[in-house]
T-cell receptor
């Protein structure tokens, strides 16, 4: 079945460091890919998404490119801030899958001043 | 826009009682809503998909008689945990999509309901 694999956390960075959170997927079709963020004590929020190969999603300085050849959707940010501390979830939904989301395990990011 | 609320935000109940959790889309009509369960420091597991006016579709391993889902209107879905037991203690999260159209529709998530069964 379809699945999403994320790098294990926690990831601990200093402010202004470069961030990469790896995400790879297994899917039978051509899924849409998402990154969701969960701040402490809050619900999930959509961070960015891409619906076809080579699309780049971007938001709040974060970006991720849909790479079909490597089945990846790695999340990157050039300079993290303390306020970026959260749990980040990579997810996919299959076309014809009624928009059901399959989530990765989540990666906790802690940014220190 | 696209705000989803849940009520209550947390609930403590005795074993054997039933608990109802509401999920509302506040500023849009949600043709489809989803219910997830999240254990501490783990990912979200989809429990069921509910479409307005029809029976919910449950994921494998989810007891439909224990987790009753009703999607009576385009802005409200409810999850009732019947005869709750301590192992049902978890964080329950709902989400909604605005249309059931093409692929890649964005799901908007509620803030979650923390259930503790004593």
């Amino acid at each position: 079945g379809d699945s999403v694999t994320q790098m294990e956390g926690p990831v601990t960075l200093s402010e202004e460091a470069f961030l990469t959170i790896n995400c790879t997927y297994t899917a039978t079709g051509y899924p849409s890919l998402f990154w969701y963020v969960q701040y402490p004590g809050e619900g999930l929020q959509l961070l960015l998404k891409a619906t076809k190969a080579d699309d780049k999603g971007s938001n709040k300085g974060f970006e991720a490119t849909y790479r079909k050849e490597t089945t990846s959707f790695h999340l990157e940010k050039g300079s993290v801030q303390v306020s970026d501390s959260a749990v980040y979830f990579c997810a996919l939904s299959e076309p014809g899958g009624y928009n059901k989301l399959i989530f990765g395990a989540g990666t906790r990011l802690a940014v220190h001043p | 826009g696209a705000v989803v609320s849940q009520h209550p935000s947390r609930v403590i109940c005795k074993s054997g009682t039933s608990v109802k959790i509401e999920c509302r889309s506040l500023d849009f009509q949600a043709t489809t809503m989803f219910w997830y369960r999240q254990f501490p420091k783990q990912s979200l597991m989809l429990m069921a998909t509910s479409n307005e006016g029809s029976k919910a579709t449950y994921e494998q391993g989810v007891e439909k008689d224990k987790f009753l889902i009703n999607h009576a209107s385009l802005t409200l879905s409810t999850l009732t945990v019947t005869s709750a037991h301590p192992e049902d203690s978890s964080f329950y999260i709902c989400s909604a999509i605005q249309t059931s159209g093409g692929p890649g529709e964005t799901q908007y998530f509620g803030p979650g309901t923390r259930l503790l069964v004593l």
